[in-house]
C-alpha cells in the first residue's frame, strides 16, 4: 500500500488505528468515503480499510470563507464564474424574451431564471472537472 496519494494525504490502514473518536463532519468533500471527521484542523477521510489524513489551514466549522480561500479555492472559483455566467446568460435570455412578448416580464422571467441555472451549473460542472484534470496533469509531472 502506497502511504500519500495523489493529493498528498496520508493514508494510514485501519489495522493501525481501527476506530477513529473524533467529531464526525459533513464539511469537506468526501472522495468517495464513508464518513469524515475533524479534529481542530486534521481533516481525516474513513475509508473502507484505511484513513486518508491532511491538515488544513483554516478550519471551515470556524471560518468557512477563509477554508474556500486557503484550503478549497477551486470551489470557491467554480462558484463565482457560475454565479457570473449564469447571471449574464439568465439576464440575456431575459431580455431577449421579452422584447418578444413586447415588454411582459411575467413570461420572460421564467426562461431567464432557468436558463442563469442551467448555465451557472454547467459552469460550475465544466469548471471543476477543468480544475481536477490540470491538478492531477501537474501532479503526474
Known amino acids: 500500500m502506497k502511504y500519500i496519494d495523489g493529493d498528498g494525504n496520508i493514508l494510514i490502514p485501519k489495522s493501525v488505528r481501527p476506530i ?3 467529531t464526525e463532519t ?3 468533500s468526501k472522495k468517495g468515503a464513508k464518513k469524515q471527521y475533524r479534529y481542530g484542523n486534521l481533516h481525516i477521510r474513513e475509508y ?3 484513513y486518508s489524513v491532511h491538515m488544513d489551514k483554516v478550519d471551515p466549522r470556524i471560518d468557512p470563507f477563509g477554508h474556500l480561500l486557503k484550503d478549497a479555492p477551486e470551489y470557491l472559483t467554480c462558484a463565482v464564474l457560475a454565479s457570473t455566467i449564469g447571471l449574464k446568460v439568465g439576464t440575456s435570455i431575459y431580455k431577449k424574451r421579452k ?3 413586447y415588454g411582459n416580464p411575467l413570461k420572460a422571467l421564467p426562461l431567464g431564471i432557468i436558463t442563469g441555472i ?3 451549473t ?3 460542472i465544466t469548471t471543476y472537472h477543468l480544475h481536477k484534470f490540470i491538478r ?3 501532479l503526474k509531472k
Request: net charge negative.
Open 136 to 138: 492531477k496533469a501537474k
Open 20 to 22: 477513529i473518536d473524533f
Open 48 to 50: 473502507e480499510s484505511y
Open 122 to 124: 454547467t459552469t460550475y
Open 99 to 101: 422584447e418578444k412578448d
Open 118 to 120: 442551467l448555465a451557472g
Open 26 to 28: 459533513n464539511l469537506g
